[in-house]
């Protein structure tokens, strides 16, 4: 969270002398994943500062990494900070526990450090920006620079689903939010996420959480 750290895994019992087989330097914003029964050893400077995490099991794309770093997002490690500041200040169970479900929810969100691509990153800001606004295909691959072609399969490569479907993702997060932090009309969410007819949005909305807006609200 803070400076940098040296860190090496290697695979074997305890005792046994085999070379490392992964070495890297992480700075703020990356992390590890070190699979069970790995060795690791790792050096830094006192200044540095460093969230270690011990879990019982991964998500299930982490155990498929072909290298174990991970790229933390910004509100990750927002709340990684948090936790931090928590842990270092108070012993609470009953805030704890709760902490270790959310930060378990936010790991699976995680991308493997090796698949950021910094062109597609332009994309995801510019479709985070505003909502309420589908852009064509080929404004999105001239964001980032890239041919209509290799961007969708650049994007789908490292984000699992087409542009405009992951766009519905962040639209469908958006809207569960605002329903339930806010009284904003069901209207109003709508055209917020980019939809004009208050029906279809919520079709989407039940197809995609379960129970159409106000239900969802309600609870």
């Known amino acids: 969270m803070q400076g940098r750290i040296k860190l090496a895994i290697g695979s074997s019992e305890p005792g046994e002398h085999i070379p490392f087989r992964f070495e890297s330097e992480l700075g703020v914003k990356q992390a590890v994943v070190i699979p069970p029964g790995h060795i690791h050893r790792f050096s830094s400077h006192q200044e540095s500062r460093f969230l270690v995490a011990d879990i019982h099991s991964l998500p299930a794309h982490l155990t498929q990494l072909k290298k174990p770093l991970l790229a933390v997002s910004s509100h990750f490690f927002d709340f990684c900070l948090f936790a931090g500041q928590q842990l270092n200040n108070q012993l609470d169970p009953d805030i704890e526990q709760p902490m270790g479900h959310i930060f378990y929810h936010l790991l699976s969100q995680q991308q493997p450090y090796a698949q950021k691509d910094k062109r597609i990153e332009l994309?995801?800001?510019f479709l985070k920006k505003d909502l309420s606004y589908t852009p064509e295909l080929s404004q999105l691959s001239d964001i980032a620079c890239l041919s209509l072609s290799h961007f969708k399969q650049r994007f789908t490569d490292i984000y699992g689903q087409p542009p405009l479907q992951?766009?519905?993702?962040?639209?469908?997060?958006?809207?569960?939010?605002l329903l339930s932090h806010?009284?904003?009309?069901?209207?109003?969410?709508?055209?917020?996420?980019?939809?004009?007819?208050?029906?279809?949005?919520?079709?989407?909305?039940?197809?995609?959480?379960?129970?159409?807006?106000?239900?969802?609200?309600?609870?």
């Open 166 to 177: 992951y766009l519905k993702v962040l639209r469908m997060q958006k809207a569960r939010a």
């Open 123 to 125: 994309v995801i800001d």
């Open 182 to 219: 806010s009284d904003i009309p069901v209207a109003i969410i709508a055209q917020n996420v980019g939809y004009t007819d208050a029906s279809a949005f919520s079709r989407s909305f039940r197809q995609y959480w379960g129970q159409p807006p106000k239900a969802y609200r309600a609870r």
